[in-house]
């Protein structure tokens, strides 16, 4: 049987567009890898600059591909860091809110990112009231929905209880908040992390460890229990030396008080 | 040469060897072997350790030798440490076993009937409801009367329980009663509570089948936590139609040392300008509240906590009485220190002690009435918790009160003659009395074994040394959790309460009166979708007796009785749309045979139908609209059919129909709250609101006049018979 030169050249066009396509593909992912790594690194040292460089990855990736749903999950966290900066820099807040809350509502719309993208709206709107109290009031029952709902559809998303716990820590007790539940969240979190297994190929950022490790020490703190507040102020460093809240605020702060109490008596 | 070499080789191996890992693994479990997930085991004073798994094993490795602590952590339960001697070991095996902390029985919930400010414990009345109910003044006694078990008798703020007078409900701060608490009182009853929303710290409220601890009460309690030390300096400014307020919570040294404070005075000039009704008052009502609290945490358990509150309030409204077209002039005081303080002793037995004094002064003046009542009650209580396992606890404790009421000045001879010349009595009446009271109860949450089956189960004793009287109240607390959303609850206990003091004067009443009794009788269902929405069903039977009953050689003798039967439910909810609210509705059907009422008749507290809904919802960022509906069965009053004249006195005497025969109207209203929540300047946390009271104008009435040969009568308008706008706003800071 003899081939037509047009389906001969039908079958090279093919060969070369597929060709193209993959070693596209392949630049994007290496290009959302490389972003990754850049916010992994950002929020170990808490620099701006560095997540502007992450966001910009991100950035051009989705608006290349509006399609590309891991680019747009991790241009959405980047803003969420935005905002947790932005809460003592209201310009860095206000350049950033309008625009997180958007891509945060359509990635938790969005097939396969149910869990995940519930909880970073939920994280998102969390900012919005560390910002501005008076917004607790409309949003609270909306983030608790949230997560209730991200905890459902995946009761393993350590992220979801990270996000939880921060609410139940930082809630009034007179308004439902209580830091033992604040810590059974964060207690969660960790031990959902711990039997996770990353995969190295994921194309979407794995966060909240190293904030979860953060958070208990804290809620440990609050229900003085120094020495477990200690521990995972360590072990957080043991995992991340550079992990810089932990390292140049929490950790020396504990020490510093504990010095201080010693010296009392 | 060569031995230097060899000593630095050993030295080299040596650390070499101590830098080899030691792995330490084990499980982790309860008293009864039942692995423990989550629990976090590490060694002091650095990064080694690990999480359990699902199956309470634990793993993990460390450079470090010598002498170390392993410590377990896990909320509940005790804290596990153990010394290790890490050596030359290549793996140690530790297992751990955890006792569930004794102060973990704090949190269950036994008691039928009642609701708290804490999630996680059943039905839940928090703060911001108290803050938010429209209508309800952000004064947690008014809230209150939106939750099922209390009927709406009228619009004043005394609790009336399930077919109670409100005497049988007590109010207790900090462990310390106070009869009181209350502002506005007049005739009608009082309109708000003396308390202030800012000092309350949680709130436990049970219309029936309470703990023993409760003593001298006969349908409800509503226990009352105020603020410890503050944690950071925060200052509240309101302003409103109707009041003005500062509070602020100033922690001296942190964590040990603070005081909170508050100003209210109220003003209602402006408000009855607005709304109209400014001319049936000849002194608008104001009113004064000071209160404040000095904490001191002396120690880790260690807490003393200095907690007083002054309130004033005068009143004088315009009375078109059958008889008298006057003023009723009302000036009331009321004074209540509390010295309370707390500690944990040999970490099993939490003790609570309290020495309260209140001085509560009144003066009623309308027409011939000129009265002042004065109530001082010194009271000491002391409450012990011993934890006997992490499922058990033993509660006990003994209270004393001395209490003293005097009334001075004069009374009408006659109800129906209360004209300035009227015949008159001088009275100068002192009621004393003093109560001692013990408590004991035991309380497991597995009952005979069985897990879920929680059980309460105690008995209490309070002796009248002057009256020579005493009584035991036995009660049982019983409760079968179903699965994790629902429970079922029975309660069942007597009840004891000496009648009104005023009965006991020698004069007007009978000094050697006995205790009323009730019997209650409690059964509910629970069930709770999540910790934001919750239902519960109750029904209930409660037997009165020895009720004070008029007898006409002894005053009152203890022949009366009564009856309370009914069905609570509500349905409490927040949406994650915005919604959030509650509805409630109580059925009861109440009859007593009681102080004038000759045969078992509906009480006046007999509300057959009582329903609120309450709904809050967002319409949009920051904006909040409220609304509370209120329905309630007309209260039952004693028509006046005819009269008679009284030519000695000039004055018609109305002649009574049947007691309670006839119903006011039904209670009506419905409350609109519009609430914009902001921050300004960046730093003030602002509430701007806009309330209209009885926005639909409905009419309720709290009674009737009649002209003076009683042929004719016009209706009382109660407190909220006009429509009321209200505006204000708070800023915190």
Redesign the interface.
């Known amino acids: 049987m003899k081939t037509s030169i047009s389906t001969k050249l039908f079958i090279f066009f093919f060969l070369l567009g597929s060709l193209l396509h993959i070693s596209f593909a392949l630049t994007t992912n290496e290009q959302m890898k490389e972003g990754i790594t850049l916010a992994q690194k950002a929020y170990v040292s808490y620099d701006k600059e560095t997540f502007q460089k992450a966001y910009d990855i991100f950035g051009n990736i989705y608006s290349a591909d509006s399609t590309n749903l891991p680019a747009l999950y991790n241009l959405t966290y980047v803003e969420y860091r935005f905002l947790e900066m932005g809460s003592r820099d209201?310009a860095l807040f206000d350049k950033y809110v309008t625009q997180a809350v958007e891509h945060a509502e359509k990635i938790s719309s969005a097939k396969g990112f149910g869990s995940e993208g519930k909880t970073l709206l939920a994280s998102i709107l969390m900012m919005k009231i560390t910002y501005?109290?008076?917004?607790a009031?409309?949003l609270s029952?909306?983030i608790?929905?949230?997560l209730?709902e991200a905890e459902v559809i995946n009761p393993n998303n350590p992220r979801a209880y990270l996000i939880h716990g921060i609410m139940k820590l930082n809630t009034p007790?007179?308004?439902?908040g209580?830091v033992?539940?604040g810590?059974?969240k964060f207690?969660?979190t960790?031990?959902y992390f711990?039997?996770e297994e990353e995969e190295s190929t994921s194309l979407t950022i794995n966060w909240g460890y190293l904030d979860a490790l953060a958070w208990t020490g804290i809620a440990?703190e609050k229900?003085?229990?120094t020495?477990?507040a200690?521990?995972?102020?360590?072990?957080?460093?043991?995992i991340e030396p550079e992990y810089s809240w932990v390292k140049y605020v929490l950790l020396p702060k504990l020490e510093k008080t504990q010095n201080g109490t010693k010296n009392t008596f | 040469m060569k031995s230097k070499i060899f000593i630095s080789v050993l030295l080299l191996l040596g650390n070499l060897f101590s830098q080899t890992k030691i792995k330490i693994e084990g499980n982790v479990f309860d008293e009864d072997k039942k692995p423990l997930?989550?629990v976090?085991v590490?060694?002091?004073?650095?990064?080694?350790?690990?999480?359990s798994?699902d199956q309470g094993k634990y793993s993990f490795s460390t450079k470090l030798n010598g002498k170390i602590?392993l410590?377990a952590?896990?909320?509940g339960y005790d804290?596990f440490s153990k010394e290790l001697e890490l050596r030359d070991q290549k793996k140690i095996t530790i297992d751990i076993e955890l006792k569930e902390s004794a102060l973990k029985m704090k949190e269950s919930v036994v008691s039928a009937s009642s609701f708290g400010?804490?999630?996680?414990k059943g039905l839940v009345l928090?703060?911001?409801d108290v803050l938010t109910t429209p209508g309800g003044a952000a004064d947690l006694f008014q809230s209150l009367k939106t939750m099922p078990g209390i009927t709406q008798v009228s619009e004043s703020a005394e609790l009336y329980v399930r077919g109670g007078d409100p005497i049988e409900t007590i109010t207790m701060i900090d462990q310390a009663l106070i009869y009181h608490p209350f502002s506005y009182e007049s005739t009608y009853g009082s309109l708000f509570s003396n308390l202030k929303n800012e000092f309350?710290?949680g709130m436990y409220f049970s219309s029936g089948g309470f703990s023993a601890k409760y003593g001298n009460v006969l349908s409800g309690v509503l226990d009352i936590e105020t603020k410890g030390v503050p944690t950071s300096m925060h200052s509240n400014f309101g302003i409103s139609l109707a009041n003005t307020n500062f509070s602020t919570e100033v922690p001296l040294i942190e964590d040990k040392l603070g005081f909170n404070f508050n100003f209210d005075q109220s003003f209602t000039k402006p408000i009855f300008w607005l709304n109209g009704g400014l001319e049936k008052f000849t002194a608008a009502p104001t009113s004064k509240n000071i209160t404040g609290s000095v904490n001191y945490a002396y120690s880790?358990t260690g807490k003393l906590k200095l907690f007083g509150i002054y309130a004033r309030d005068i009143q004088g409204v315009s009375v078109e009485q059958t008889e008298y077209e006057g003023t009723f002039d009302g000036n009331t005081q009321s004074k209540f220190i509390n010295l309370q303080h707390s500690n944990v002793l040999f970490s099993k037995l939490v003790m609570k002690n309290s020495f309260s004094v209140s001085n509560y002064s009144n003066q009623w003046k309308l027409g011939v009435l000129d009265l002042i009542k004065t109530d001082k009650v010194y009271s000491f209580r002391n409450d012990f918790e011993y934890f006997i396992s992490s499922r058990s606890r033993l509660l006990s404790g003994v209270e004393y009160e001395k209490r003293k009421v005097n009334y001075l000045g004069q009374i009408p001879n006659n109800d129906y003659n209360i004209r300035p010349d009227a015949q008159r009595k001088v009275i100068d009446a002192d009621i004393l009395g003093s109560r001692i009271g013990g408590y004991m109860e035991l309380e497991s949450a597995t009952t005979f074994g069985i897990n879920n089956f929680a059980s309460a189960i105690g008995i209490r004793y309070d002796n009248i040394p002057s009256l020579k009287l005493g009584w035991v109240n036995p009660r049982i607390n019983l409760s079968y959790k179903l699965n994790d959303h629902s429970t079922i609850k029975t309660a069942w206990g007597i009840f004891n309460q000496l009648p009104d003091p005023r009965l006991f004067s020698s004069v007007e009443g009978n000094p050697n009166l006995k205790s009323m009794k009730a019997v209650h009788y409690v059964l509910s269902y629970d069930y709770l979708f999540?910790?934001?929405n919750s239902f519960r069903i109750e029904l209930y039977h409660k037997d009165y007796k020895n009720l004070p009953l008029e007898n006409l050689l002894l005053n009152y003798d203890n022949n009366g009785k009564g009856f309370a039967n009914g069905v609570d439910v509500i349905l409490k909810s927040?949406?994650?749309n915005?919604w959030?609210g509650w509805i409630s509705y109580g059925f009861i059907n109440t009859k007593r045979k009681w102080m004038d009422f000759e045969q078992l008749t509906s009480s006046s507290f007999d509300i057959t139908h009582n329903f609120s809904l309450i709904a809050k919802y967002?319409i949009a960022?920051?904006w909040?609209v409220g609304i509370n509906l209120k329905y309630a069965t007309g209260r039952p009053y004693t028509p006046v059919i005819g009269a008679d004249y009284r030519a000695m006195e000039n004055v018609y005497e109305p002649v009574y129909g049947d007691k309670n025969s006839s119903r006011f109207q039904n209670y009506k209203r419905l409350d609109l709250r519009l609430t914009y929540?902001?921050?300004l300047f960046?730093r003030f946390?602002?509430?701007f609101y806009l309330e209209g009271l009885n926005i639909l104008d409905l009419k309720n009435i709290f009674g009737y006049y009649y002209s003076p040969d009683y042929s004719e009568r016009k209706e009382v308008s109660s407190y909220f018979g006009r429509r009321t706008v209200v505006v204000g706003m708070s800023l915190g800071f």
């Open positions: 209201k501005n109290w008076a917004e009031m409309t029952p909306r608790n929905a949230l209730g007790a007179a308004f439902g209580s033992k539940e810590l059974e207690n969660k960790i031990s711990e039997k440990n229900l003085e229990m020495d477990a200690i521990f995972v102020y360590k072990k957080a460093l043991s | 997930p989550m976090m590490f060694l002091s004073n650095s990064g080694d350790g690990a999480m798994d602590i410590n952590n896990l909320i804290k400010s804490e999630k996680g928090s703060r911001i309350i710290k880790k999540d910790e934001d927040a949406l994650s915005g959030s967002f960022s920051n909040q929540f902001t921050t960046d946390n602002s509430v």
